[in-house]
């Protein structure tokens, strides 16, 4: 399976259309190397634009669940955040 992870571009150079060239890349290499899925990762659903741009190439919409780690230090820094912000 190949995974993409972030793929961008400059705005400057939109007008090129870079990210279309990267993906098309991306999912002729994987299909020379016979893999069987290409996942375009995770996009928000109220980014439509990014949601028709991937469904362009034929990705379909999957859930799936993501696993994170959130440091002591992050919590601390989001409660102090949260106290802060009520005075």
Do not use: C, M
């Not at 150079?13 to 016979?34: C, E, G, M, T, V």
């Not at 991937?54 to 106290?83: D, P, W």
């Amino acid at each position: 399976n190949l995974i993409f992870w972030i793929n961008a571009s400059l705005p400057e150079f939109w007008k090129h259309r870079p990210n279309d060239y990267l993906y098309w890349h991306q999912i002729k290499w994987a299909y020379s190397q016979n893999l069987d899925y290409v996942n375009f990762g995770s996009t928000p659903e109220n980014n439509k634009e990014l949601i028709r741009f991937k469904q362009s190439f034929g990705a379909e919409k999957k859930y799936y669940s993501i696993y994170v780690y959130h440091s002591f230090f992050l919590k601390l820094k989001q409660k102090l955040n949260k106290f802060f912000n009520k005075q």
